[in-house]
């Protein structure tokens, strides 16, 4: 009898795998459409572009986004079913010897690029798809509408991630002194390969901080006493810990 038992329980177990097989290969394959499944994936490179006292200064950064749902059987609401992600580093330009302005990243990262070139997120489903599909095949560069902008950032000391600090968009010069103003923020769809080492030669910190937040607290507080520095962790600023 228990050599029965465990008879069946293999060929459940087999069953099982040769599911998760069939719909893991119905999934990385194309036709992952005839069952729901939509994914998008794209280069998407963000520059910085900056007035100084002494001339304009530019910096950019490639990542990698997409977006995508699962099929309406899945189970869950459409939220629900919605996947967004990102990955990559932050777009930063040094203003000034030793002081950098830094475009941290968000899991809004991919909606932005959809509003920027192709317009509002909808509930429809089809105009989703439609605008996802044309999104993916474009290769463009526009400015990044005012209400699209990424929150801009500044570090009072470089070396000590509990400095950061926001950044007025509109007001460079209460963070850098007089004469700086941001003059665009520019997106690209682009062939152009995702960045990579860059940023961690500025952040040299940064990957000691993926497992806790800027001020040095392992968890986020709402009563911290440096709330900006407690709400960021090296994640904000990259996501692969190199």
């Known amino acids: 009898m228990p050599q029965a038992a465990s008879t069946g329980a ?3 177990h087999r069953r099982t795998a040769a599911v998760a097989l069939l719909l893991a290969m ?10 729901g499944l939509y994914n998008w994936s794209w280069n998407q490179k ?25 099929p309406e059987w899945w189970g869950w609401g459409d939220r629900g079913r919605s996947i967004i992600g990102h990955s990559g580093e932050a777009a930063f330009v040094e203003v000034a010897p030793g002081r950098y302005l830094f475009a941290i990243m968000s899991q809004n990262d991919p909606k932005m690029a959809y509003e920027t070139f192709i317009g509002p997120i909808t ?21 990044l509408p005012r209400e699209l902008y990424p929150t801009l950032v500044t570090f ?20 850098f002194g007089a004469g700086y103003r941001l003059n665009a923020i520019n997106l690209e ?25 800027l001020d040095g607290d392992r968890y986020g507080y709402l009563y911290s006493k440096n709330r900006f520095a407690n709400s960021l962790s090296a994640g904000s600023f990259n996501t692969e810990n190199e």
């Not at 572009?49 to 995508?68: F, H, K, N």
């Not at 509930?123 to 400015?143: K, M, N, Q, V, W």
Request: hydrophobic fraction near 30%.
């Open 123 to 143: 509930t429809s489903r089809e105009e989703r798809i439609e605008g996802f599909d044309r999104l993916y095949r474009l290769r463009e560069t526009r400015a």
């Open 26 to 35: 119905v999934f990385l394959l194309p036709g992952g459409r005839l069952i």
């Open 189 to 213: 769809i682009t062939d152009e390969n995702r960045t990579s080492g860059r940023l961690n030669k500025i952040l040299t910190w940064v990957n000691e901080y993926y497992d806790k937040r």
């Open 46 to 70: 963000l520059e910085l572009r900056v007035m100084t006292p002494d001339g304009a200064v530019s910096g950019s950064s490639v990542m990698r986004a997409s977006y995508g749902f699962r």
């Open 156 to 175: 009072r000391d470089i070396n000590d991630p509990a400095s950061v600090q926001k950044v007025d968009p509109d007001d460079l010069e209460a963070s």
């Open 10 to 12: 293999q060929s459940r």
